[in-house]
């Protein structure tokens, strides 16, 4: 003897066929009104001289630019370059220097960058701790400490 369902079994069953029944019409009005085979054409939209979207283009106005910008109006101007700081002698303590292999890092102290120098640009008997001044030039990565001398008047 099969016993009858109750009211809230039934009515999760009436609902889950309606559910499946809404999705059967989306579906079926998806495949009726897809835009899949309009042209390219039909697609676009077009903006009018007040602003606002049509479906046909308007006609091309071909009118004068340079009438209405005269070459007053045009500034063309490349910045000039003025002495920087890169140019002048910076003070800087030597952070690392490998005597080895005869390169080593001059913290700047004015700033937090290090530099790298070789051995060929520096006092031969350069070492880690000595206060140096020296002139920055463009490596092959970034600046480079060349001219270095020692500080006067400083320890290391």
């Given at each position: ?145 060349v001219n270095i001398q020692y500080n006067e008047g400083?320890?290391?």
């Amino acid at each position: 003897m099969a016993r009858p369902a109750s009211t809230s079994k039934r009515d999760n069953e009436k609902k889950k066929q309606s559910k499946r029944l809404e999705k059967q019409r989306r579906k079926e009005d998806r495949k009726t009104n897809n835009n899949k085979g309009a042209t390219l054409e039909d697609m676009f939209a077009y903006v009018d001289e007040n602003g606002m979207i049509t479906s046909t283009p308007q006609e091309a106005k071909v009118e004068d630019e340079n009438e209405d910008m005269g070459l007053d109006h045009i500034m063309i101007s490349t910045p000039k370059k003025t002495a920087t700081e890169e140019d002048a002698r910076r003070k800087g303590r030597v952070e690392f220097f490998n005597d080895s292999k005869g390169y080593g890092f001059i913290k700047d102290l004015d700033s937090v960058k290090k530099y790298f120098f070789h051995i060929s640009a520096a006092p031969k008997d350069i070492k880690e701790g000595n206060f140096v001044s020296f002139e920055l030039e463009r490596g092959t990565r970034d600046y480079n400490a060349v001219n270095i001398q020692y500080n006067e008047g400083e320890s290391s």
